[in-house]
């Protein structure tokens, strides 16, 4: 056992030797850099990196997640201990803060683990983003030793990651009042919408990579409804997407924005600047207008404030 | 349970998959496999076997299990006695038979499967040389590259993209850049089959239902909380059919699991086109003969 041990870390220490001496971008170097070579006495193997396009040798089909937020490099470290179950840390440089943020809130299941800037833990995975960077820690089977150690883990990275990331931008037009904080996504186009809010299987928002969209849920669980905001490059785009939506969506009440959906709740859409405001599944006509006074009345307060500087 | 009212999402939803529902439909007419049926009213069999038998640590039954299960699955499937004669009407002595197997590192078909399989190929009368198993290597492997038949088999499992793997999806390795086929969740898979390598060439399908995964999470969607053991093959000629039964048994897991009808987040649509959009087979449970053997508890369909 001892021997094995021995000799992954050998295998650690050429698996990080062979990433500082290869001609590599020095992102990965950096990446690579804040995953500890051990944890407890389990050794790690060497690292492995995929960017985009070899994501899917990777995790197959899955990959088209982090490729739907931009994702730049992962490094992937797998932790042995013989006759224990491994541990996995993959870490995404995603890019930007927007898309470590936005990559996080594609699964926000799980209790609150208190590791970077936000995560949480569920079956044995910990998630987390930190500035530019997603990461998850996974044990293939959940022991006490093992939920331990990947606390620890993702609390090492943490540590080593220096800086801080602003969350999306988009956030600030969430009204506050009966917001699930826990339930706000960042994204930027139809799949990953369809994926936690169907809305329609062809691309009636006209998202794509230059979009930035936030999914809010607001209320309790019995009365859900929710916030979807889209940030087009202009105006243009923005009225053109809104009226995209109103004609598939809607096609009763295009003109009029507002409809009573035949689950007896309303949606309704408004364009303002360059971005879509849209709230599905309000209680009352009443209150689905309110929402989206209130969404504007914060775009407008901020647009008031950047005039003013 | 409340029935929810159909609302406009879900019309659009179901748009892209309804303007082909109602139409007969055409089954096999890409696969060329004869036995598939050509009228609405005729149906295909799928069997459906299981085994209490304990299982290994690599997620299957004893190796002997396994060769019991497919044997009798593979009779009933084609109505003959015996096993060795079954598989002789699927596989010609002068065959090259690619075996299309899976190899995911947290639920592969499992060696037991690909192994019981081999050996009825060549009890068919194939020799060792013209027989492979391969499942990320078949654009390479000179086996796959020469094949005049496949067998494929797979395990089913929720998937982050296309709703579930299935045994339509495992034909993927079969193009350099699977990621071609992605688009709307993987809706279009079934076109796989029409690739030269693979079009006509596939004589059974086995769906390995040992410990099937109904939900998943992270990068590489998975943790051991969300499988359990079912302990169970899926035979069928029809690949469509085969997935459709497994996709029920998923979902029946998820329904019990979760307590409630939770959709996958994203849809497992391609099954269901690769019958009303592509042909390749019957997806609809009423034109599917499901064929039971073995024990019944917790069979879940």
Same mark, same amino acid.
């Given at each position: 056992?001892?021997?094995?041990a021995?000799?992954a870390?050998?295998?650690?220490l ?8 290869e001609?590599?971008v020095?992102?990965?170097?950096k990446?690579?850099a804040?995953?500890?070579p051990?944890i407890?006495s ?19 089909g899955?990959?088209?997640?982090y490729?739907?937020y ?27 803060p ?17 590791v ?6 569920k ?7 930190k500035?530019r ?17 990947v ?5 090492r ?7 801080l990331?602003?969350?999306p931008?988009l956030?600030?037009?969430l009204?506050?009042d ?7 996504r ?19 928002l006209l998202?794509?990579?230059k979009t ?28 053109k997407?809104?009226a995209?939506?109103?004609r598939?969506?809607?096609p009763e009440?295009?003109e ?9 709740k ?11 405001v ?5 209680i009352?006509e ?6 989206l ?14 005039k003013?500087? | ?9 879900d ?21 060329? $496999? @004869?036995?598939l049926p050509?009228?609405?009213?005729? +149906?295909?069999?799928?069997? !459906? #076997? ?5 299982? %290994?640590?690599?997620?299957?039954p004893?190796a ?10 593979? $009779? @009933? ?5 015996d096993?060795? +004669?079954?598989?002789?009407? !699927? #596989?010609r002595?002068e065959d090259?038979? %690619?075996?299309?197997t899976?190899a ?5 078909t ?25 499942d990320r ?9 020469n ?14 993209w ?16 699977p ?9 279009d ?9 693979v079009k006509?060439?596939?004589?059974l ?5 040992f ?19 079912y ?16 996709l029920r048994?998923i ?5 019990a ?10 849809t ?17 449970p009423?034109?599917i ?11 879940l369909?």
């Amino acid at each position: 056992m001892k021997r094995v041990a021995v000799s992954a870390a050998v295998l650690a220490l050429l698996g990080a030797l062979v990433l500082m001496t290869e001609p590599i971008v020095p992102g990965v170097q950096k990446l690579a850099a804040f995953i500890p070579p051990t944890i407890g006495s389990y050794v790690s193997e060497a690292g492995q990196t995929f960017d985009a396009e070899s994501i899917f040798d990777y995790i197959d089909g899955a990959g088209e997640v982090y490729r739907s937020y931009n994702m730049k490099l992962l490094v992937s470290r797998r932790f042995h201990k013989d006759g224990k179950p491994d541990l996995v840390v993959d870490l995404f440089d995603m890019g930007s803060p927007e898309d470590a943020f936005g990559v996080f809130t594609h699964d926000l299941d799980g209790e609150d683990a208190r590791v970077g800037q936000g995560s949480n833990y569920k079956a044995g995975l910990l998630s987390f983003w930190k500035d530019r960077y997603f990461g998850s820690v996974y044990a293939e089977e959940e022991t006490a030793e093992t939920k331990g150690l990947v606390f620890e883990l993702g609390r090492r990275i943490d540590g080593a990651i220096p800086g801080l990331g602003e969350r999306p931008g988009l956030l600030r037009f969430l009204p506050p009042d009966g917001l699930d904080a826990g339930r706000v996504r960042f994204f930027h186009n139809q799949f990953v919408l369809n994926y936690h809010f169907f809305v329609a299987d062809t691309n009636i928002l006209l998202l794509d990579q230059k979009t930035d969209a936030v999914l809010a849920d607001y209320g309790s669980k019995d009365d859900r409804s929710k916030v979807l905001l889209a940030a087009y490059e202009d105006g243009g785009s923005a009225a053109k997407a809104g009226a995209s939506f109103a004609r598939a969506y809607m096609p009763e009440a295009a003109e009029k924005g507002i409809v009573k959906a035949e689950n007896g709740k309303w949606t309704a859409v408004r364009v303002y600047d360059r971005y879509v405001v849209i709230v599905f599944d309000m209680i009352a006509e009443r209150a689905a207008t309110d929402r989206l006074d209130a969404v504007v009345a914060l775009m407008k307060g901020r647009a008031d404030r950047l005039k003013e500087k | 349970m409340s029935r929810k009212p159909i609302t406009r999402r879900d019309f659009l939803k179901a748009a892209s998959v309804a303007p082909f529902a109602g139409a007969l439909i055409p089954v096999a007419a890409r696969t060329g $496999r @004869a036995s598939l049926p050509g009228r609405a009213e005729e +149906k295909v069999r799928v069997v !459906l #076997v299981r085994d209490p038998s304990p299982l %290994g640590p690599g997620g299957a039954p004893p190796a002997e299990v396994v060769q019991r299960m497919l044997d009798d699955a593979v $009779r @009933a499937l084609l109505g003959e006695g015996d096993a060795i +004669k079954a598989w002789k009407t !699927l #596989v010609r002595a002068e065959d090259v038979v %690619g075996i299309k197997t899976n190899a995911w590192r947290y639920i592969p078909t499992t060696p037991e499967v690909e192994q019981a399989i081999k050996k009825r190929v060549m009890d068919a009368g194939v020799s060792e040389d013209r027989i492979a198993i391969d499942d990320r290597g078949v654009l390479r492997n000179p086996v796959f590259q020469n094949a005049t038949a496949l067998v494929n088999a797979r395990p089913m499992r929720s998937h982050h993209w296309s709703g579930v793997g299935s045994l339509i999806k495992n034909y993927i390795m079969f193009v350099p850049r699977p990621s071609d086929y992605h688009g709307d969740t993987c809706a279009d898979l079934a076109t796989l089959w029409d690739l030269p390598a693979v079009k006509g060439k596939t004589r059974l399908n086995v769906l390995v239902m040992f410990t099937p995964l109904f939900h998943g999470v992270g990068p590489h969607h998975y943790a051991k909380e969300y499988t359990w053991e079912y302990k169970g093959l899926i035979v069928s000629r029809d690949p469509v059919a085969a997935d459709a039964t497994g996709l029920r048994i998923i979902q029946a897991k998820r329904r019990a699991f979760f307590g409630d009808d939770r959709p996958f987040q994203m849809t497992p649509h391609h099954i269901q086109l690769a019958d009303t959009r592509h042909h390749l087979g019957v997806s609809d449970p009423h034109r599917i003969e499901l064929v039971k053997l073995g024990f019944e508890e917790g069979i879940l369909i």
